[in-house]
């Protein structure tokens, strides 16, 4: 017999578990339905058990990467593309960082009268970038485009996931 499955829990446990379903939910692994059932569930568990039954056929949080499904060459190179427009996101962001600081530093502290010029040393590092990274404009276009319709995506999920926790606590 196991204990743990028949011990009374509190607000907190509950709270956990709606979090928990919250995080599933945006990142896919559960459909409205899926979540509006099971946070119901949550809402009104008063044993552990009914509360480790909501998340039998979810895979661990921490361990989502052991499990990697066999992929073909379509979604290997879409992974790539994907790979290398986050690195390149990361290292404009850096370089532009930089521009910005040496231009105010250039104008305003030290007065070098060329300060303009580290703009076009900017242009030519993050140019020097997509060339090593080989990156195009469609691969760049590509990642754009997946990245907003996934981070939109993401954050209607988080919206009703958000909405669906205050219902449920009034």
Do not use: C
Not at 18 to 28: T, V
Not at 69 to 88: I, S, Y
Not at 100 to 124: D, E, H, K, R, T
């Amino acid at each position: 017999m196991n204990d743990r499955a028949h011990q009374r829990i509190g607000d907190i446990e509950r709270s956990q578990a709606l979090d928990r379903l919250g995080s599933y939910f945006a990142d896919g692994y559960l459909d409205i339905d899926e979540f509006d059932t099971r946070t119901g569930a949550a809402a009104i568990a008063r044993t552990a058990g009914e509360i480790d039954v909501l998340f039998t056929d979810l895979p661990e949080q921490q361990a989502s990467t052991a499990v990697t499904p066999v992929q073909d060459d379509t979604e290997k190179e879409l992974d790539l593309v994907l790979q290398r427009g986050k690195k390149l996101k990361q290292i404009d962001s850096a370089i532009w960082a930089v521009v910005m600081v040496s231009f105010f530093l250039g104008l305003f502290v030290f007065n070098v009268p060329y300060f303009w010029v580290v703009f076009i040393l900017g242009g030519a590092a993050s140019a020097g970038a997509r060339f090593l990274l080989k990156v195009d404009d469609a691969d760049e276009k590509l990642f754009e485009e997946l990245h907003s319709k996934e981070q939109s995506e993401r954050e209607a999920r988080l919206r009703i996931a958000a909405q669906r926790r205050r219902e449920l606590e009034q």
